[in-house]
């Protein structure tokens, strides 16, 4: 379970740091967007690795979240207390970080759950 914990722990972590390193200016204009990413580009490269890892780690979290719920209904059993905790873990995360930045959240969670249900074999 410690294990778990830390996974939670990081996909937050990669999480705010991108939200900090990848500003969005309000109001939204495009070309503002890409001239901080190109003054900056050790911070650009360094934001891509992190959402990069934590879009991987929460796409493997979240493929073995579905995989569990699917072996779980099934075997016709109710959901393991461990699993709704995973799950709680999960959700807790996703407000933090929507309260810290939405826009960048939407994107890193959206292709997180692409990438896990692309990925969950059969």
């Keep these: ?7 939670y722990f990081v996909i937050f972590l990669c999480g705010y740091i991108l939200i900090k390193w990848i500003s969005i200016p309000h109001p939204f204009v495009l070309a503002d967007f890409f001239i901080s990413l190109v003054v900056n580009p050790l911070k650009f490269f ?6 990069f890892i ?12 579905i995989v569990g719920t ?3 209904w099934q075997k016709r059993k109710v959901i393991g207390v461990d699993l709704l ?7 807790i995360v996703f407000c933090l970080l929507f309260y810290l930045g939405l826009v960048q959240t939407i994107v ?6 692409f990438y ?4 969950i074999e059969r």
């Design 1 to 7: 379970m410690f294990i778990k914990v830390v996974k």
């Design 46 to 51: 360094a934001a891509t690795l992190v959402f």
């Design 54 to 65: 934590g879009f991987l780690l929460t796409g493997r979290v979240l493929s073995e979240l």
């Design 70 to 72: 699917k072996i779980a």
């Design 85 to 91: 905790i995973e799950y709680l873990y999960l959700l």
């Design 108 to 113: 890193f969670f959206s292709l997180s759950l």
């Design 116 to 119: 896990g249900i692309i990925s």
